[in-house]
């Protein structure tokens, strides 16, 4: 193993070196903080409403089963169901000591945000020994737009990067010898527990923590008791988890992330009865398999150097060499590589595009400083050719700029998305605006029957919560379950999103009539939000009536 104490300590960042990219991150997350209105954009509003929820003492709950749509009284969402709770959870306490404000929340992931800077820097300093290399990387993560969006937005990359980075430092330097075995397992086992209850990717933390565990233990490093000992802490903390979730849902289990490997295109999400099981899909042999995931491989790589920041990313491999050399580099490569397979597996169709979006800001602390180390790499080499060959030049003129005009491009990329006509404050107007459409439009409706509560039916919520529910022809069988719910809990409206794009079509006419029940169609409303992905977008508000063309008990209180 590597001793760390030859990393070049005299060399290293001190306090000042600290100091300036912090404040080069706080201040950037201000000025952007006044370019997002609200929670944010898209989850954001979800998170929002659920903290809300549990900080009113009424458990991981929403009121709404969209996450732009807060319609009252609507079933209550567990959010175990599709979202997992540690973001709420964290907001909950956020607004309980700072208010029930967004601007709380706001600055607690500002905080956490500031935290994953110093723990980049810190990785940075691992990674490479060069002064220059580290604080680069550390201005860098600090400037980058993704990340600085996502510390002012109630959305999960920030602090679910925060407790992987949490679990994969500890993992790293106690693989390397910087720390005790048992003592570095120990420290990571929260970082892993967290990042598990943040997002369903953190599923990946137990194999990558266990796993390291076990090459201890095989090494004669910690004891077998020792391990046992750390299996039964972590089954003692997730069981509890586990058993709200078979409370809540019957099943310990609710995710639906083995449904997602037969989805070959993303309007089979609205597609509940009729969307093709594990079998069949696994049934049409090797080559369609591969094709399908190769195809949403290359449209998720497209997103990823559009949004993730190209220049970066291209100058990791020039550091792999090394990077496999090092012990301390090997949890976050093996994390790496889980995350792609597992994500290139499961969720990558053709035409949902970005998976892994929201789950790589995980790595960018060691993607940057690897970015870093990269870079200099190759201009050493081409400094090192001889005289008179290509490149040889160009490395020796730009071997010591090199990380800083990273640097001044990753800035400039921010600052485009910061301007008024960039990505960001379009994607925060329209979000603000749909929300204020959203709002007038649903007050506007609650004059037909007040009290009656609205049920939404947006497919990514009900792929994990009702798993029947979406409208997708007149004669879909989720109807069968629409009135059954609604009957159950005194239901009286139906919300139905509709978008021609996505294959969700609803019907002409206004009433349908069903053997359980008849829908009546009350109004309808068109938005467009193209950065938010919401174009020709038309929801439909219907009434839900009995057989009898009663109205369904509307306003009546849910049942146990």
Not at 533 to 557: C, K, M
Request: aromatic fraction near 8%.
């Amino acid at each position: 193993m590597e001793n760390p104490s030859n990393q070049g300590t005299s060399d290293a960042p001190g306090l000042p070196a600290l100091a300036l990219v912090l404040t080069v991150a706080c201040a950037v997350r201000l000025a952007l903080a006044a370019h997002i209105t609200g929670p944010g954009i898209g989850d954001a509003y979800y998170y929002d409403d659920v903290a809300h929820a549990c900080a009113r003492g009424e458990g991981l709950t929403s009121r709404c089963l969209w996450n732009l749509v807060q319609l009252p009284r609507s079933i209550p969402y567990p959010a175990c169901g599709y979202w997992g709770p540690g973001v709420p959870a964290l907001l909950a306490g956020a607004y309980a000591l700072l208010g029930p404000s967004p601007m709380a929340g706001k600055a607690l992931m500002m905080v956490l945000a500031l935290a994953l800077v110093a723990l980049g820097l810190f990785i940075a300093r691992r990674v490479t020994d060069q002064r220059r290399l580290v604080v680069a990387a550390g201005l860098a993560l600090a400037l980058h737009l993704q990340l600085c969006y996502f510390s002012v937005t109630l959305d999960t990359p920030v602090p679910f990067a925060l407790f992987v980075n949490l679990c994969l430092v500890p993992l790293a330097l106690c693989h390397c010898g910087a720390l005790p075995p048992a003592t570095g397992l120990m420290l990571a086992l929260p970082g892993a527990l967290a990042a598990q209850l943040t997002r369903a990717d953190g599923l990946l933390m137990p194999i990558v923590l266990f796993g390291f565990a076990a090459v201890h233990l095989g090494r004669g490093t910690v004891s077998r008791r020792w391990f046992v000992l750390l299996v039964v802490i972590y089954l003692g903390a997730w069981s509890v988890w586990l058993h709200r979730n078979q409370v809540a849902f019957g099943t310990p289990f609710p995710s639906s992330i083995a449904e997602s490997i037969a989805i070959r295109d993303y309007s089979e999400l609205f597609k509940i009865h009729t969307r093709p099981s594990v079998e069949t899909y696994l049934a049409q042999g090797a080559a369609r398999i591969v094709s399908d995931k190769v195809d949403g491989l290359i449209e998720n790589v497209k997103t990823l150097l559009a949004v993730e920041n190209i220049l970066l990313v291209l100058f990791v491999p020039f550091a792999v060499p090394r990077l496999l050399r090092s012990s301390f580099a090997r949890p976050f490569l093996v994390y790496f590589v889980l995350l792609a397979s597992s994500m290139s597996f499961c969720f990558n169709f053709q035409s949902a595009h970005g998976s892994l979006l929201h789950s790589l800001p995980a790595l960018f602390p060691f993607m940057f400083a690897a970015s870093m180390l990269g870079v200099d790499r190759l201009m050493s080499w081409l400094s090192r050719r001889p005289r008179g060959t290509p490149g040889r030049w160009l490395g020796r003129t730009l071997l010591g700029p090199a990380p800083w005009l990273i640097v001044l491009y990753t800035a400039l990329h921010g600052l485009g998305g910061l301007s008024p006509d960039g990505a960001v404050r379009r994607a925060s107007l329209e979000t603000a605006r749909l929300q204020a459409q959203l709002a007038s439009w649903r007050r506007s409706c609650s004059g037909c029957a007040p009290g009656s509560p609205f049920m939404s039916n947006d497919s990514l919520t009900l792929v994990g919560l009702l798993g029947a529910c979406v409208v997708q022809e007149p004669r879909d069988p989720g109807l069968d379950a629409v009135f059954e719910l609604a009957a159950r809990y005194r239901i009286g409206h139906l919300v139905i999103f509709g978008n021609d794009r996505l294959g969700v079509r609803p019907w002409d006419g206004e009433t349908y009539r069903h053997p359980t029940g008849v829908l009546r169609r009350v109004k309808e409303l068109a938005i467009d939000c193209p950065t938010l992905g919401h174009r020709g977008v038309t929801i439909f508000h219907f009434e839900i009536l009995a057989s009898g063309g009663r109205p369904a008990d509307p306003g009546g209180a849910r049942p146990e």
